[in-house]
T-cell receptor
Framework: KAGVTQTPRYLIKTRGQQVTLSCSPI?????VSWYQQTPGQGLQFLFE???????NKGNFPGRFSGRQFSNSRSEMNVSTLELGDSALYLC????????????FGPGTRLTVL | GQQVMQIPQYQHVQEGEDFTTYCNSS?????IQWYKQRPGGHPVFLIQ?????EVKKQKRLTFQFGEAKKNSSLHITATQTTDVGTYFC?????????????FGKGTKLSVKP
């Protein structure tokens, strides 16, 4: 089975721009969660989608949004980028609707200049 | 709010020495998960503990879940250079959905050959 894939792997943007990141979960996984990882704050939950519905959202401003498609692929969007948005953005998929292991993708490294 | 704390933040050991990282939650957890992230990589699931007082072993790695289900530990016996990376514990975010994990900030392990 192919793992979780994320595109692009690296991205450089300037302040004020917007960005869209993509995540393809493992086949059959309907839950996709997004996390932001920075050296200072560690791994922080952004949101989770399950069957095209956002189930939960972390404590991030409204500039961060996401969606999930019928094939479970997910995208997250960040508008009006700020320098502090520079981070590794990880998506994770899991099987089922229980507290079980999450499979992480390789991440998208976003640099905001 | 709910917090998961991990200590130490960094640990430098000589190859062959033992290593332990500790995880403490501000709330009782239904389960706890452990992940490992190699330098430049993404978190990879190691194990999930569910029962009070549970102890699980994976070769040189021993995982424990406290009796009160608020703390956990990971012990590595006779570290090897392949153990290098950051070890994270994660618990479910109550009030959130099943795909919403709260991660500790991790313990970064370096091993000197």
């Amino acid at each position: 089975k192919a793992g979780v894939t994320q595109t692009p792997r690296y991205l450089i943007k300037t302040r004020g721009q917007q960005v869209t990141l993509s995540c393809s979960p493992i086949s059959g996984h309907r839950s996709v969660s997004w996390y932001q990882q920075t050296p200072g704050q560690g791994l922080q939950f952004l949101f989770e989608y399950f069957s095209e519905t956002q189930r939960n959202k972390g404590n991030f401003p409204g500039r961060f949004s996401g969606r999930q498609f019928s094939n479970s692929r997910s995208e997250m969007n960040v508008s009006t980028l700020e320098l502090g948005d520079s981070a590794l953005y990880l998506c994770a998929s899991k099987q089922g609707d229980r507290y079980n292991e999450q499979f992480f993708g390789p991440g998208t490294r976003l640099t905001v200049l | 709010g709910q917090q998961v704390m991990q200590i130490p933040q960094y640990q430098h050991v000589q190859e062959g020495e033992d290593f332990t990282t500790y995880c403490n939650s501000s709330t009782t957890l239904s389960n706890i998960q452990w992940y490992k992230q190699r330098p430049g990589g993404h978190p990879v699931f190691l194990i999930q503990l569910v029962k009070s007082g549970e102890v699980k072993k994976q070769k040189r790695l021993t995982f424990q879940f406290g009796e009160a289900k608020k703390n956990s530990s990971l012990h590595i016996t006779a570290t090897q250079t392949t153990d290098v990376g950051t070890y994270f514990c994660a618990g479910p975010n109550y009030g959130g959905s099943q795909g919403n994990l709260i991660f500790g900030k991790g313990t970064k392990l370096s091993v000197k050959p």
